[in-house]
């Protein structure tokens, strides 16, 4: 009766090792894999990970990659109790990514071409290891999301809430203030609200470690995101009692305190105590010793036999790797080839230049102020100052043509006022609807001011013939463009004007010159690129 079973005892012992190295043979293709994607998308990588190396806000960068394979490994266990199944389904989510990848590229958008490629990651290991083992690393495999250094379009609202909070703090507190945009006067001193202060990187950090921490700690779903939701709103309402902190401090100490380099110090330091006690409240709710959550309760079926794991198949993964390096490799392919196709002629500088009407506008050889915007890489540019019996208007045109990663009309680096080494303040931004002959076009309207001068700003986006006040939109028109071949020119006109009290004293003046010289405006604009 006992015969054979020495028999099956060798069999049983020979299978297990020989399914777990089929088990490292298919995680090892697929990490490799994903290592190719990513050699494959090398300047979107590299664009994520030079700026983790030179942003402090974005440096965390660096550990999102070991902190998800940390909770990948933690569930090796589990995992070893699940089959893989190559499903081929995910090649359309693979392709569809790519294509907004390409789309992304062509328009400039390097954020999300950055989101794109890392959520390639968990597409890839769902088209080689199946639906039940990405939905099991479903966390880690989402958490990878964070490398990518996003946030930049939040620091607006973030200047703008803390400085609505402190001003309003300082009220209730009887401190007299005076406010302008993000900037504003009390009687012991001047401040302003400008990036650093926005508390953008309190919240990413506070983000980044709350998320990682609602995932150990708790297995409900609604716990999870409820701690989430509190890292984002945290750090938000703290970074406004901070910065009132920080100028109540200058304002009792005579703006002797927390005035320079000190300010951010004190502001880390706040931070720090106010993330410890984020999680130390956290923690009496605390439910990592429960194992309820999906993927235990996955591992105890397996456990328990009900559904045993399959012998993975290493053909049909290898299989599956080449389909998705085929369908990955595509869009880079065909972005480099639409950039040598269309775009491969270098943009040579050249000067562009509008004349005066006769009877109306006369080109003027001083400027209605010492006002100049800082764009960046652009192909031609004018600076060029109009004038009549009204008033004075200075127009400024920035003309890019074959737009590329650092000679775009839309960049962070393209800004009207800088906040270093200018006497110029962004101090209001809003929309206004103008006469563009026959019709009305919306045109982004800006506040400026210095010490002595202030200037209303009219600006908007011209793209083939097409105009926009829209950044994203321009960026859509922008991909649509490179993408039917049709270039990637682009310009951006600004018509300035300065004013003594109120912003509508300099509209008048504005509007006449828009309809008198856009005409010549368009011309010379649609011309550009052929000079």
């Not at 293709?29 to 300047?43: D, M, P, Q, S």
């Not at 693979?94 to 789309?103: D, K, Q």
């Amino acid at each position: 009766m006992n015969v054979q079973m020495p028999q099956q005892v060798t069999h049983d012992s020979t299978a297990a090792p020989d399914q777990q190295k089929l088990r490292v043979a298919v995680a090892l293709l697929t990490l490799t894999t994903i290592a190719a994607i990513l050699i494959g998308y090398r300047e979107t990588t590299w664009s994520m990970i030079s700026i983790w190396m030179r942003s402090e806000t974005f440096a965390h960068g660096f550990l999102i990659f070991p902190f998800s394979a940390y909770l990948i490994w933690g569930q090796r266990k589990h995992l070893g109790k699940l089959s893989s199944q190559p499903n081929l389904l995910a090649l359309l989510a693979l392709a569809s990514l790519g294509f907004c990848w390409l789309l992304a590229t062509l328009a400039g958008v390097q954020v999300f071409a950055q989101l794109l490629l890392i959520a390639m990651v968990p597409a890839t290991v769902w088209a080689m290891l199946g639906s039940r083992i990405v939905w099991a690393l479903a966390f880690p495999l989402a958490y990878l999301l964070l490398a990518v250094p996003f946030g930049d379009g939040l620091i607006s609202p973030l200047i703008d809430f803390t400085a609505d909070f402190t001003v309003t703090a300082l009220q209730w507190t009887g401190i007299p203030v005076y406010r302008e945009g993000s900037f504003f006067s009390i009687p012991s001193g001047n401040w302003s609200v400008v990036e650093a202060c926005s508390g953008l990187r309190y919240l990413i950090a506070s983000f980044t470690l709350g998320t990682l921490y609602a995932y150990m700690t708790y297995r409900s779903l609604k716990r999870r995101l409820a701690f989430i939701a509190l890292s984002v709103i945290v750090p938000i309402v703290a970074n406004g009692i901070r910065a009132y902190l920080i100028v109540m401090t200058g304002h009792l100490s005579d703006m002797q305190l927390a005035v320079g380099i000190d300010h951010l110090i004190y502001g880390w330091l706040f931070f720090g105590v106010v993330m410890l006690l984020l999680f130390w409240i956290g923690s009496f709710w605390r439910e990592d010793d429960n194992e309820y959550d999906i993927d235990n309760r996955t591992a105890s079926k397996h456990e328990n036999g009900s559904e045993p794991a399959s012998k993975p198949a290493l053909r049909s993964t290898v299989f599956a790797a080449a389909a998705v390096l085929a369908v990955a490799y595509i869009w880079p392919l065909y972005a480099d080839h639409l950039e040598r196709e269309y775009f491969g002629a270098s943009a040579s500088g050249s000067e562009i230049e509008i004349p005066g009407i006769r009877g109306k506008w006369r080109i003027s050889s001083s400027q209605v102020s010492d006002w100049k915007p800082e764009y960046v890489g652009a192909t031609a540019q004018l600076l060029q100052t109009y004038r009549n019996r009204e008033g004075a208007v200075d127009l400024y045109i920035s003309y890019y043509r074959n737009q590329q990663q650092g000679a775009e009309l839309i960049s962070y680096q393209n800004v009207l006022a800088g906040e270093n080494g200018s006497s110029w303040h962004d101090i209001k931004q809003d929309k206004r609807s103008v006469s563009f002959g026959p019709q009305e076009e919306t045109v982004n309207q800006n506040s400026l001011r210095s010490s002595s001068k202030k200037l209303l700003v009219w600006r908007w986006y011209w793209l083939g013939d097409e105009i926009t006040a829209s950044p994203y939109l321009a960026k859509f028109i922008l991909a649509r463009n490179k993408l039917l071949g049709r270039g990637g020119d682009g310009a951006e006109i600004i018509i300035a004007a300065q004013y003594e009290e109120t912003p509508d004293e300099a509209v008048p003046v504005l509007q006449a010159f828009l309809g008198d010289m856009l005409p010549a405006i368009a011309d010379v604009v649609r011309n550009a690129g052929n000079r």
